[in-house]
């Protein structure tokens, strides 16, 4: 994408940011040997068409068609970039009320989404509604705080995965919020819900590790703060209590952040938590550069679709 076309789609905020607690002035002289960009949804909820003109601060903004080619003009500007999504696809339009979700996962099937993660509303036609739009969706489930072994889900749904882009191994896990007490059992039925912090530790360990990744994201269903119960499991308390995730991809609240916000993990180091509220309205965008000893520094915004 030309420059002036991305400042115009953009937001005018970003955030410049060396990742593993180098100063900024690191960034400016980094040599920016390759880039991966990191484009993301979340808790689209069954937003195909775009606002109407009526529908007050939302107007004329967002819809899938127009998510396509933004993001078919960024894949031009860089191949090397993942498309992801944090969940919540499902429910908030007729559009699911009538197909169940069939729509939902063609359309992201043709925009090629990479990876999503799941949402407490994907389980709203139940486990097995979810289970019967699966081969529509031609990307990864990836959930790795769910264990679905005694559901129709058990196989369907990878813990992690590895992408590859340019030599740089990108390593993506996925954790989803508490159902009990949110979602009526009988929707969710046998899924388990494991704790985030124990699961995170261990994905980490594994895609740092033994898979060797050299960008380590999450995609979170956990909601990014909660102001009123400070000590609930969020992105901003997952970040600092592990170590070595790079970027968390929220969903769940709705936030709207004009640029992803920079934490610091267990070690002091610095993550990047980033969320772009909801309904498709706008679409989060994060660059990482990597130098030739991998080392990175990112550059994100959320784009106004």
Do not use: W
Not at 46 to 65: C, K, Q, T, W
Not at 198 to 222: A, F, G, P, Y
Not at 257 to 282: D, H, M, R
Request: hydrophobic letters at 35%; glycine letters at 8%.
């Amino acid at each position: 994408m030309k420059r002036r076309d991305f400042i115009q789609q953009s937001v005018a905020a970003t955030t410049l940011v060396t990742l593993g607690g180098f100063g900024l002035q690191s960034f400016n002289a980094a040599p920016r040997t390759k880039q991966i960009t990191i484009l993301h949804t979340n808790d689209v909820h069954s937003h195909i068409d775009a606002f109407g003109p009526e529908d007050g601060r939302n107007a004329n903004l967002g819809g899938v068609a127009r998510r396509a080619s933004l993001v078919e003009r960024i894949r031009k500007e860089n191949p090397n970039t993942l498309l992801l999504d944090a969940g919540d696809i499902f429910q908030g339009t007729p559009y699911f009320n009538y197909y169940g979700g069939e729509l939902e996962f063609k359309l992201m099937s043709k925009l090629k989404y990479d990876a999503a993660t799941i949402g407490n509303h994907d389980f709203d036609n139940g486990i097995d509604g979810l289970y019967a739009q699966l081969p529509h969706a031609k990307f990864d489930f990836i959930s790795s705080n769910y264990d679905f072994k005694n559901t129709v889900l058990d196989t369907h749904v990878k813990p992690y995965k590895v992408y590859h882009k340019d030599g740089i191994k990108i390593g993506i896990f996925g954790l989803g919020i508490k159902l009990e007490g949110l979602v009526d059992k009988k929707m969710y039925k046998e899924t388990v819900h494991l704790d985030a912090i124990e699961t995170t530790q261990e994905m980490t360990r594994i895609l740092k590790t033994e898979e060797h990744c050299d960008l380590i994201i999450c995609l979170s269903h956990m909601g990014y703060y909660y102001k009123n119960s400070p000590n609930k499991i969020s992105d901003l308390n997952l970040a600092k209590s592990t170590k070595d995730i790079d970027l968390i991809i929220g969903g769940h609240t709705h936030t709207f952040l004009p640029k992803p916000t920079v934490a610091q993990n267990s070690e002091g180091k610095n993550v990047l938590v980033n969320q772009v509220g909801c309904f498709g309205i706008n679409l989060g965008r994060i660059d990482f550069y990597f130098d030739n000893d991998k080392n990175k520094t990112a550059n994100g915004t959320s784009i106004i679709v």
